[in-house]
């Protein structure tokens, strides 16, 4: 008995060993992040506005090798006026990787796996613990609007903004902790690639972080002084030079870029896309961090009354960051869903705050300890916490579907796929479509690279013989109500 005794001590011994612990988590955070993030990237099609814009940008300067105007079509495009850091990394991605939905989504799912990582990073040097890390990943990981549609599971620009919000504002919190000029740099790097992302709203947590260092006390020691105004003058001054660059050669470019993104949007409703003041509360509470959003005032209460000076720190940091973003875009006139995504690690940071605290409360029982030889009751309590979160989140991205009003959309979209691969032959097929088509123009290119010519037109001037595919209802109208035509093919509302 006291044989196997031994071994067992033995066993537990070596599963405590440093290096041991240290290859565990990481395997472990990799895995738990990564599975949600990456598998099955490319199932759903491209989807229309955004994603499909940016695939044709990409696309386009694949071929061209015009990595400073962005085309639409071979024009300049004035209607995505953002400077094109993503666009980049997705041509990047293409030429490794090959011109497809995986190629063109990598560069959002690598950014929220580094957001994650940046999380882990900034608790375990504050808190000094990986668990409180590895909690506020899991929460963003599993909430809803996080892995989801433009954000890290499709190629737009929200999730690398995300990223580079994200790590300006936890090297400036370490700039204000520690007066280190590599932590001010590194500030004003992810400023600069955050405008370099997504424009003026790489700009939105500055207010917040003004604040901050007003609550610090710190604007004389570490605003007013020679290697902050050098940092952020050599923050923008690349950004600023890309929209001078661009607009030397295409003119019109910044007039573009003021009425899309600034007073197109924030002074005006953009596209119909309009919504009250607490636009984003309901979204989040009811939808994106449903699992989550109930937690965030035990967070804050638990964070600011905690005895331990940094974790009150930590609290009213993410606190603020929250608070100044969100009042941000909810007084914009353009409200979008994904707007919010900004916010969401700042939220789980505060949430991880209070789970973490149960959890060490758990650890440090005596009672629990006493009962056994390892106390797994505080990993039990984190298991049964995000089982059905993290359930949720890889049925989702492992069998993605379409939303009911989605499905009669992306249908020509799943044909024109399955075209790709050999499944149909619509070579010299007419594609009869209103409206706009970006997310179908991506699948026309790919075609024409395998020989397979379509033509998406609108209004076509049709002819005996002709092979017309119609997904629409006003199209399929338009066939039927002045042709005499034979069916070839039915498929829910496709027909050829």
């Known amino acids: 008995m006291c044989t196997i005794m031994n071994d067992r001590f033995l066993f537990l011994k070596k599963f405590s060993h440093p290096v041991f612990k240290k290859c565990f988590k990481t395997l472990l955070f990799l ?51 953002k ?62 609007g996080y892995v989801n549609v433009h954000v890290t599971r499709t190629g737009d620009y929200d999730s690398l903004l995300v990223l580079f919000l994200t ?15 590599k932590q001010l740099l590194f500030s004003g790097l992810f400023l600069c690639l955050g405008i370099l992302t997504k424009g003026v709203h790489g700009l939105l947590f500055l207010p917040g972080l003004f604040i901050w260092v007003i609550v610090q006390k710190k604007v004389k ?10 940092t952020i003058s050599g923050a923008i001054l690349p950004a600023l030079c890309y929209y001078a660059i661009r607009e030397q050669l295409n003119p019109g470019y ?49 964070g600011v009354f905690s005895s331990e000076v940094i974790i009150r720190k930590v609290t009213w940091f993410s606190f603020t960051i929250i608070v100044s973003y969100g009042l941000i875009i909810s007084l914009s006139k353009t409200k979008l869903e994904w707007y919010e995504a900004p916010m969401f690690p700042f939220m789980a940071m505060l949430i991880a705050v209070f789970i973490y605290q ?21 990993y039990l309590f ?33 044909f024109l796929k399955a075209a790709l691969e050999g499944k149909h032959d619509i ?3 007419i594609l009869l479509y209103k409206g706009y088509n970006a997310h179908l123009l991506f699948y026309k290119y790919l075609l024409a690279e395998k020989g397979i010519d379509i033509a998406i037109k609108e209004n076509p001037e049709l002819k005996k013989g002709d092979s017309v595919i119609v997904s629409q209802p006003e199209t399929d109208q338009h066939i039927t109500e002045r042709f005499e035509y034979e069916t070839l093919l039915s498929e829910s509302n496709l027909k050829i």
């Not at 790590?167 to 000029?181: D, P, Q, V």
């Not at 020691?221 to 050098?230: G, V, Y």
């Open 31 to 81: 895995s738990l992040l990564g599975i949600p993030l990456f598998i099955h990237l490319e199932k759903l099609p491209i989807r229309t506005w955004d994603e499909s814009r940016l695939a044709i940008n990409a696309y386009e300067m694949f071929h061209s090798g015009n990595w400073l105007v962005t085309t639409f079509e071979g024009t300049p495009d004035l209607w995505n006026t």
């Open 382 to 414: 984190l298991f049964l916490l995000f089982y059905n979160p993290y359930q949720s989140t890889i049925d989702k991205v492992y069998f993605p579907k379409e939303f009911n009003w989605e499905i009669n959309k992306y249908q020509i979209s799943y």
């Open 254 to 302: 910044l007039n573009a870029v003021w009425q899309n993104e600034i007073m197109g949007r924030y002074f005006e409703v953009s596209e119909g896309n309009k919504g009250d003041i607490w636009f984003y509360y309901d979204m989040l509470g009811r939808h994106h961090y449903a699992y989550w959003f109930w937690l965030l005032p035990c967070g804050l209460i638990a």
């Open 221 to 230: 020691s570490h605003l007013f002084n020679r290697n902050f105004l050098l």
């Open 167 to 181: 790590a300006g504002a936890f090297s400036f919190y370490n700039y204000l902790e520690s007066s280190s000029r």
């Open 83 to 144: 400077p094109p850091l993503m666009i980049w990394l997705q041509v990047i991605c293409m030429k490794i990787f090959g011109i497809s939905e995986l190629g063109l989504r990598l560069p959002s799912a690598i950014a929220g796996l580094l957001t994650g990582f940046l999380l882990m990073m900034f608790l375990r040097k504050w808190l000094k613990n990986f668990w409180p890390g590895l909690i506020a990943s899991l929460i963003l990981i599993t909430s809803y």
């Open 358 to 378: 149960l959890f060490i409360l758990l650890k440090l029982s005596s009672i629990i300890s006493g009962l056994y030889i390892i106390n797994v009751m505080p």
């Open 427 to 429: 070579d010299k097929h």
